[in-house]
């Protein structure tokens, strides 16, 4: 299968609505009830998102005035980047997302459907027993651990209920989390811990992904011993999700968490909130940036609120009997925003899947929808390749009758997908809701809404409500209008955006906002003659590799740990099911000898050092790069190698050595 680049589609269907969903949409059935919205929200963005942020959360005291919720300075000319939403408000996002549902009568309301790695392990958990549990893990934090406002608290787990149940707790307390991806590696974990100095790391002994067990804490020993070594000493809260034996506990360090909670007093399971201010912050995410190391974004707690709820309510058209599966981890945005806090802001009923879709059928992801009667499905493009690849057989053998809502994010979905997405999963019963967004926007920019948003396939379609796209000329840096192409920015700040890069404001200014006035995306866009974008790719130095965020820079900088390595230059090729995959040129050491075991140990090294989303699909050895005079590397030509796109290579005459390129073409052909 190609990936279709969705200019070269010359048939270009829409499609309305479905019309059931219309009927129940919240927004309005036709494109103008969202327009005429949208300019509301645009127009006086104050008033509008003063209204909504009263009318949905409990604020313990309230901001001075509707006529000023928000400030922002995106002008790096007029001084520091500064972003606030709702200052001088204060709240509580764990109130809001537990304690407010329980005073509305929602106790026994299920909010987790948790469904194990393997068929039968399944539970409930419901808002009331969240409560307990979230209580209870607050007052161990607290009395134990010292955890208070601000302190930073780790969370490296299986997508098991503890994972929300951790982010909710620390929130109770005003403390600030840390996720990080339970696929990451000992090295990225550390970096992670080292960087937001967390006294505190949340995790279990091990998990299982299809058939293979994942020893976490094996990985999570190395972690801690490495930060302590760097002057970060980090206790772990472990739990037992498979069993104790065989599983090293560090005297001092380490506790079980099943032990912990059962010896805690009864007071535990009400322990109070901690009433914060609206820009406190909530968590840090790290994501990979165009240099070596991970930025920790920093979200803080009202703005980030506000937006969490109102997209999920609005792109998924929630309504209160609907039942949600999302499928992304808790260790990246979407399952932050769309696994855990819209969901529970919302009071929704949704699922907790800890396994693979392929396990142990490919239905398995269609039997979690029939058994829970899921009615709106989120998920990544990635995986709906790969199951394409497993014929229709395994979809059609299940009912998905309950599904209205498909939603795709990650990565634009080729047509392909985007039409087996729609006939074979949804029959033609759902809307695609397409959310472009990311890790910095907190939240949805760009996405169709379900009953109300004719679909075009591969666009996300229009912007959210009180979001200001606008695309720039790459060489001129002047707004482009009406229909065009240009670099994705946005004008105007939104209530989820993500405030700064925790204690690097200096890195945030520089990445984010290059031309003064401007939110830079790093993704470029098109706009057609109907205002619907479609997005192109990221225009810097940032792969996306089945959805994931990877810089190529941070994989150059693992390969080149290799002892064997002088240096190496990494590029994204096309890939048939991760939409990009990883493509290193390896300078070995003079006398090294290139052999397929070298090869393969390249590929390891980076497994090792960053996880196993970072694994190379090819490894080409070089005897040198193509450089200009000035030594930049030029990825262009090493794009157009990699993919075997030898006309296009274009003019290499500016390069310090032409010659290498051949070389390069020639070593491809023994090894590539
Ligand atoms: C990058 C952000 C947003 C949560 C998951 C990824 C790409 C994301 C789409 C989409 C086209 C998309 C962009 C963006 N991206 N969603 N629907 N269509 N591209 O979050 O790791 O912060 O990555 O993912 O390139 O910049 P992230």
Redesign the pocket.
């Known amino acids: 299968m190609v990936l279709q680049d969705h200019r070269d589609v010359k048939d270009q269907r829409v499609y309305a609505p479905i019309e059931s969903n219309s009927k129940l949409s919240k927004v309005g059935p036709t494109l103008e009830d969202r327009m005429k919205q949208y300019r509301e929200s645009v127009e006086q963005p104050s008033q509008y998102w003063a209204r909504v942020a009263k009318q949905n959360f409990f604020w313990k005291t309230l901001w001075e005035s509707d006529d000023s919720v928000f400030s922002f300075n995106f002008d790096k000319s007029k001084g520091p980047i500064d972003i606030k939403w709702f200052d001088g408000a204060t709240t509580n996002i764990c109130y809001n997302a537990v304690d407010r549902h329980i005073e509305e009568g929602k106790k026994d309301k299920v909010a987790f459907y948790w469904e194990g790695n393997d068929v039968g392990e399944t539970s409930a958990v419901t808002y009331g027993q969240l409560h307990d549990e979230v209580s209870k893990l607050a007052y161990l934090l607290k009395t134990k651990y010292g955890v208070v406002k601000g302190t930073r608290v780790s969370i490296y787990l299986p997508m098991i209920t503890l994972g929300p149940i951790a982010m909710l707790a620390v929130a109770r307390l005003g403390a600030v989390a840390s996720v990080v991806f339970g696929g990451f590696s000992a090295h990225s974990l550390s970096a992670r811990i080292i960087d937001s100095e967390s006294t505190v790391l949340i995790t279990a002994e091990g998990t299982m992904r299809g058939d293979k067990p994942i020893q976490l804490k094996k990985i999570v020993d190395e972690a801690l011993t490495d930060a302590e070594a760097q002057g970060v000493a980090c206790k772990a809260i472990v739990f037992e999700r498979h069993g104790r034996d065989g599983v090293p506990m560090k005297e001092g360090r380490d506790v079980w968490y099943q032990d912990e909670i059962a010896a805690l007093p009864a007071e535990a399971a009400s322990t109070p909130v901690e009433w914060v201010e609206a820009e406190h912050p909530l968590f840090l995410l790290y994501?990979?940036g165009s240099t070596g190391k991970p930025k920790g974004l920093e979200h803080t707690t009202g703005g980030y609120m506000v937006y969490a709820h109102t997209t999920f309510t609005t792109t998924f058209d929630y309504h209160d009997d609907d039942v949600y599966f999302c499928t992304?981890d808790i260790g990246?945005?979407?399952g932050h925003t769309y696994a855990t806090w819209g969901p529970l802001l919302a009071g929704s009923t949704s699922v907790l899947f800890e396994g693979v879709p392929t396990h142990p059928t490919p239905s398995r992801w269609w039997d979690i929808v029939d058994k829970f009667k899921v009615t709106q499905f989120y998920t990544?493009p990635t995986a709906i390749r790969a199951l394409m690849k497993g014929g229709e057989a395994p979809v059609k053998k299940t009912s998905r009758a309950s599904l209205r809502v498909l939603g795709?994010?990650?990565?634009?979905?080729n047509v392909e997908a985007w039409n087996w997405y729609y006939n074979v999963v949804g029959e033609g019963h759902c809307d695609i809701v397409?959310?472009?967004?990311?890790?910095?926007?907190g939240g949805h920019m760009?996405?169709p809404l379900p009953g109300n948003t004719p679909l075009k396939p591969g666009s996300?379609s229009l912007p959210f409500f009180g979001v200001q796209p606008a695309l720039l000329d790459p060489t001129t840096l002047k707004e482009v209008e009406g229909a065009g192409e240009g670099l994705l920015v946005i004008k105007h700040s939104w209530p989820g955006q993500s405030r700064t890069i925790f204690k690097d404001a200096e890195r945030f200014a520089q990445t984010y906002f290059p031309v003064d006035g401007y939110y830079m995306?790093?993704?470029g866009a098109r706009r057609d003659a109907d205002g619907y974008y479609w997005?192109t790719?990221?225009v810097d130095d940032?792969l996306?590799v089945s959805?994931?965020?990877l810089g190529t820079s941070e994989v150059e900088c693992a390969v080149n740990t290799h002892p064997d390595v002088v240096e190496s230059a990494v590029v994204g090729i096309p890939h048939d099911v991760k939409g990009e995959g990883i493509y290193v040129y390896v300078c070995f050491k003079e006398g090294v000898e290139i052999t397929q075991k070298l090869l393969d140990s390249v590929k390891a090294i980076v497994r090792n050092e960053i996880g196993a989303i970072a694994t190379p699909d090819a490894v080409h050895p070089a005897n040198g790069l193509p450089k200009t005079r000035s030594g930049k590397i030029m990825r262009r030509i090493l794009r157009k190698i990699a993919a075997g796109q030898l006309d296009e290579l274009g003019d290499i005459s500016t390069l310090a050595d032409p010659s290498v390129v051949e070389e390069l073409i020639a070593l491809k052909a023994v090894w590539v």
């Open positions: 994501t990979s992304g990246w945005i979407t990544a795709s994010v990650g990565e634009p979905i397409d959310t472009w967004w990311q890790t910095e926007t760009i996405t996300a995306t790093g993704d997005l790719g990221r940032v996306n959805g994931h965020r």
